[in-house]
Each structure stands twice: as C-alpha cells, then as structure tokens.
T-cell receptor
Framework: GEDVEQSLFLSVREGDSSVINCTYT??????LYWYKQEPGAGLQLLTY?????DMKQDQRLTVLLNKKDKHLSLRIADTQTGDSAIYFC????????????FGRGTSLIVHP | KAGVTQTPRYLIKTRGQQVTLSCSPI?????VSWYQQTPGQGLQFLFE???????NKGNFPGRFSGRQFSNSRSEMNVSTLELGDSALYLC???????????FGPGTRLTVL
C-alpha cells in the first residue's frame, strides 16, 4: 500500500462542514501537513500538526490526529465554493528526513 | 515579497529531446525542492538543493538532474524525454528544508 492514503473525491453543499481523511503508515512521522491546490496553481500550506498534538484549530480549519490509528483529518467549517480545490495530506519525519511524502489528494467539490 | 516563479509555464517537447526548467525562489530562501505531479503517481519528490548542493534525492532515473546557482535559483533538466515524463513539475522554496515550503505554479510539460 501507499505511505499516505486519501479518498479521491468529496462533494459537499455550501455551508456544510467538510471532513477530509488521511491515513499514513509510518509511525515515526513527526510533522503532518494539509496542503491546498487550486486549478493552475502550486500547493499552498494550509496547516500542519506535530505528532505530539491531538488537535489544532485555525479559524475554519480543524485538524485532528489519532496517532494510534495513524489517522489525520481536516475539517472545514462552513464550506464555501472558494474552498473547492484538491487537498493533499503529507507527512515528514523531521530531522534529516524532512522531505514530505504526499497523498494522492482529495478533490473537494462544493456545490450551492 | 515576490513568490516562487517558474519558467516556462507550459512546454511541449517530443520524445528523445531534452528540457530545462527554471525556478526562482523567494528572496532569502536557500532551499529549493522539485516535485513531479502526475495523475497516476501523484506528487513525487525529485531532489532538494541547498546552497548549491544536492542534499536529498528521490527515486528517479539519472535522466533527471538539477543544479542550484549561487543566487539560489535552480534548474532541473530531463534528458531523453519519454512520454511518461509528461507532468506538472513543481518547485518549492524555503529558508531551509525543515521550514514551510512555498510552491510555485509549476511548469506543465507535455511530451509527444
């Protein structure tokens, strides 16, 4: 299996919450990231969490980490059409192995 | 502060040719990483340069090479192009690799 796995698509109604899930295999992962990619653009770091944290909240974004199950989620509250994009989960080990490993990305479609 | 710029944005080549892509990092950033993004393989790490030295390398054949100049600008070269090299090539810069990476918009390479 892949090192970082995500579902490929998620469709939500505007105003609802979106939850994008990710699982990873490496228990030594130190940093876990969420990136956003809009059409024709590069990746933008949305938020990250250290492996010794369970949760991080930043405005409409909430990241939850279950280290035991190696499960990471990104919740977007009050999802807007401008949130439509591809969301990538990534992990890195820090130290000398800080290059992130990315999931395949989840396409979030927000419809009115 | 200007973001990461990549040139050209779009490129069409034929099999067997070689190509050079350019990346100008954010001013002051010394680390430049390159990624290949394809629908089939997702985002894969190519290599990372810091102060003109390649510090990390992904699992790509020797046809893929890169370099970094004293002003931190970086180029990557792909020789003997294959159809499977068609991809979006993303460059990311950071102060150092363990800091947040800022991505450029990418170069879309099509190999015919």
């Amino acid at each position: 299996g892949e090192d970082v796995e995500q579902s490929l698509f998620l469709s939500v109604r505007e105003g609802d919450s979106s939850v994008i899930n990710c699982t990873y295999t490496d228990s030594s992962s130190t940093y876990l990231y969420w990136y956003k990619q809009e059409p024709g653009a590069g990746l933008q770091l949305l938020t990250y969490i250290f492996s010794n944290m369970d949760m991080k909240q930043d405005q409409r974004l909430t990241v939850l980490l279950n280290k035991k199950d190696k499960h990471l989620s990104l919740r977007i509250a009050d999802t807007q059409t401008g949130d439509s994009a591809i969301y990538f989960c990534a992990e890195s080990k820090g130290g000398g192995s800080y290059i992130p490993t990315f999931g395949r990305g989840t396409s979030l479609i927000v419809h009115p | 502060k200007a973001g990461v710029t990549q040139t050209p944005r779009y490129l069409i080549k034929t099999r067997g040719q070689q190509v050079t892509l350019s990346c100008s990092p954010i001013s002051g950033h010394r680390s430049v990483s390159w990624y290949q993004q394809t629908p089939g393989q997702g985002l894969q790490f190519l290599f990372e340069y810091f102060s003109e030295t390649q510090r990390n390398k992904g699992n790509f054949p020797g046809r893929f090479s890169g370099r970094q100049f004293s002003n931190s600008r970086s180029e990557m070269n792909v020789s003997t192009l294959e159809l499977g090299d068609s991809a979006l090539y993303l460059c990311a810069s950071s102060l150092d690799a363990q800091n947040e990476q800022f991505f450029g918009p990418g170069t879309r390479l099509t190999v015919l």
